[in-house]
């Protein structure tokens, strides 16, 4: 176990890496600019701007505050050490507060990780099966299902969009609002193609089966940053109107008011059936839209978008960031950033924080990587 001194000695160097690699003294005026913006006169006279001011601000605070406080304290951990001389019950409180400030280094990593321009902001989340036929539906319902029981675990409000029943199990598809602090930030980490492997318990004779499903991710944008709808060619799009089922809740109005939108060139799809009338569902089918190409666009997240969506690429081998294995054995798996783990059943019941976390620290040191070599 290594000693106060050396503990004191690592923490430093971490912070020291990180004060760099974070540019926490630019951060750091730019909040003093900011600031200055928010006590100006008239700053509310435009609330999109000032309301983009404040994200902004609040997403600079996230690193450069406990940033402050970890460097402050660790100092006077050290020069509490130095005059311990011996006093065992003092340097026992030194370890514990080292131990806190850890912990807390370890979460400013990822809140250097939650700092993207959309990251605080709310998201749609949607599910359809791909390869796989029932198996595959089934199999979205059990992601849909997960995503669900994580979001309520971590605090988040959700909004069921669309559940489209399959024709004889699972979901054909499923959208979802998620809404809380840093909700786009967590949920960027699953997007992607999910595979699962298992017994088919729609398969009388009882073999094993790989189905696929693909997990979108597409921040809410306001209405001022985003795509303008007027502006979309309708001809590049289909609107295509449906009778609303699934697991909506017992308020969806049972008529052809669900609608379909989908844009052609790059056969992006989104859909609402949550709302009374059809031309409320079309104006939020249309709003998801909007972002989904905004986010497009924006290519925040170009080489995910592509492997998902850019040439509408099979939902299938080749494509899958996460593996699920219910049979030879249990394991679930993040191709990307390595972690896994043996309990399945209770990831798939929504314990979800550790993939989050590890694909957060894994983007971070891709991230740190390209502009080391840029």
Same mark, same amino acid.
């Given at each position: ?72 304290? /660790?100092?006077?951990? *050290?020069?509490?050490? &130095?005059?311990?001389? !011996? ?6 409180? +030194?370890?514990? @507060? ?59 409000? /959700?909004?069921?969009? *669309?559940?489209?029943? &399959?024709?004889?199990? !699972? ?6 609002? +998620?809404?809380? @602090? ?193």
């Amino acid at each position: 176990m290594s000693t106060p001194t050396e503990r004191i000695k690592t923490i430093k160097h971490q912070i020291s890496e990180f004060q760099r690699m974070a540019g926490t003294e630019a951060k750091a005026l730019r909040i003093g600019e900011l600031e200055g913006r928010m006590s100006a006169p008239g700053f509310w006279d435009d609330q999109v701007s000032a309301q983009k001011v404040i994200g902004e601000l609040k997403l600079l605070k996230n690193v450069v505050d406990p940033f402050h406080e970890i460097h402050a304290g /660790v100092q006077a951990c *050290e020069e509490l050490l &130095g005059m311990a001389e !011996g006093d065992e019950a003092t340097i026992e409180e +030194i370890v514990s @507060e080292l131990e806190g400030f850890e912990q807390r280094y370890e979460q400013l990593e990822l809140s250097l990780a939650l700092s993207g321009e959309y990251d605080a902001n709310d998201v749609y989340l949607s599910v359809q099966p791909g390869a796989g036929g029932t198996d595959a539906r089934d199999w979205a319902e059990m992601l849909f299902r997960m995503y669900l029981n994580y979001a309520q675990k971590a605090g988040f409000s /959700v909004e069921v969009i *669309e559940a489209e029943e &399959g024709k004889d199990a !699972g979901l054909q598809s499923a959208t979802a609002m +998620i809404k809380g @602090e840093m909700a786009y930030g967590s949920f960027k980490a699953e997007m992607g193609t999910h595979r699962l492997v298992r017994i088919s318990p729609f398969n009388s004779g009882g073999t094993r089966e790989t189905s696929f499903a693909a997990v979108e991710v597409t921040p809410e944008i306001p209405d001022a940053a985003m795509v303008s709808v007027d502006s979309l060619d309708e001809k590049e799009f289909r609107i295509d109107t449906y009778r609303a089922s699934g697991a909506g809740g017992q308020h969806i109005n049972k008529t052809d008011s669900a609608v379909r939108i989908t844009h052609l060139p790059s056969g992006i799809v989104t859909s609402c059936q949550t709302e009374r009338s059809q031309v409320q569902n079309k104006d939020k089918a249309w709003k998801m839209m909007a972002a989904k190409l905004q986010q497009v666009q924006d290519a925040e997240r170009l080489d995910e978008l592509q492997a998902l969506q850019g040439e509408r690429g099979t939902v299938g081998w080749g494509h899958q960031i996460r593996s699920y294995v219910l049979h030879p054995y249990q394991m679930v798996k993040d191709l990307r950033t390595g972690y896994e783990t043996s309990q399945v059943d209770a990831v798939l019941n929504g314990d979800l924080q550790p993939f989050i976390d590890s694909y957060l620290r894994w983007r971070l040191g891709k991230n740190l990587e390209a502009n080391q070599g840029s």
